[in-house]
């Protein structure tokens, strides 16, 4: 955080270490961590890595994790045992520390299954996508039209997988509506910053019931505030762009170039 030394290595000796900064894959970690905090007792420590300073290149953090990304976590209490990716990492707790299985399903049911395909789906599908979105449309240092539109068209696209998917459902996985389970966890992070890609949730109705379900569990609030709180919501971008002016005029030249930039390479929106 902000003022803070940087992290130079592991601080606890039991109980999980998380290492981390505030990003959707981040927070889907902490989140998880919360709702086991208050569903089981089970605590956690974690430290702030700042992506910006590149901490997570120092060579202690690659030892935990080879790929230098963030988050990871390192179970003290299991002799050390580190786990990397985000996906590997909802899998190992809940597997290991949600033994009701309240966030997760039996390894031997179908649902075990159908939980797995959706959080694959996010993690070779949404993430990726949104990810190269992200960088095209605000870090890129040249604006290329053709990289703009097909990131951001390929995240609506599954967007509108996901909308079809929670019809009549209330989450991902699970019988009749379905149950909050990693699955969820797992892909809110990235849904809940559509706004900040570029894309309008408006035409997605399920997946804007279903955020606000999600946001309204109490460890999911906690788990956004790990390591610290930063206002790139859906919600608050909205808000942002209502009470800023000059947040509302970028907003809108970065809209006007997503429409010419789909115009000028015939993008048609096409999803299940």
């Not at 209490?77 to 590997?88: K, S, Y």
């Not at 789906?121 to 053709?146: C, D, I, L, S």
């Not at 951001?152 to 009549?168: I, N, P, Q």
């Amino acid at each position: 955080m902000a003022g803070q030394p940087e992290p130079t290595g592991l601080i606890a000796k039991s109980g999980i270490e998380l290492l981390t900064f505030t990003t959707p894959n981040g927070i889907k970690i902490s989140i998880l961590l919360e709702e086991l905090k208050e569903a089981y007792g089970k605590d956690y420590t974690y430290q702030s890595l700042n992506i910006l300073k590149n901490t997570q290149k120092q060579p202690w953090f690659t030892a935990i994790n080879p790929n230098g990304r963030i988050p990871a976590i390192v179970d003290h209490d299991r002799g050390g045992f580190a786990v990397f990716e985000g996906m590997a990492i909802l899998g190992y707790l809940t597997r290991h520390y949600d033994p009701e299985h309240k966030f997760s399903f039996p390894v031997d049911s179908d649902d075990y299954s159908v939980c797995e395909q959706w959080m694959a789906w996010q993690h070779g599908g949404v993430g990726p996508m949104q990810g190269q979105a992200n960088h095209f449309v605000h870090f890129a240092p040249e604006k290329v039209p053709y990289a703009v539109q097909r990131y951001v068209g390929e995240a609506e696209r599954l967007y509108g997988v996901l909308d079809k998917r929670l019809e009549g459902r209330d989450f991902l996985v699970g019988a009749g509506r379905g149950k909050y389970s990693i699955a969820d966890i797992n892909l809110l992070g990235w849904v809940n910053t559509a706004q900040y890609t570029g894309i309008d949730t408006a035409p997605f109705p399920n997946i804007e019931s279903w955020i606000e379900r999600c946001m309204a569990r109490p460890a999911v609030k906690k788990g956004y505030e790990i390591p610290a709180y930063i206002p790139m919501t859906n919600a608050d971008l909205k808000r942002k762009r209502a009470e800023d002016p000059e947040a509302k005029k970028q907003y809108e030249e970065s809209q006007r170039f997503l429409r010419e930039a789909k115009e000028k390479y015939g993008y048609k929106y096409s999803s299940p």
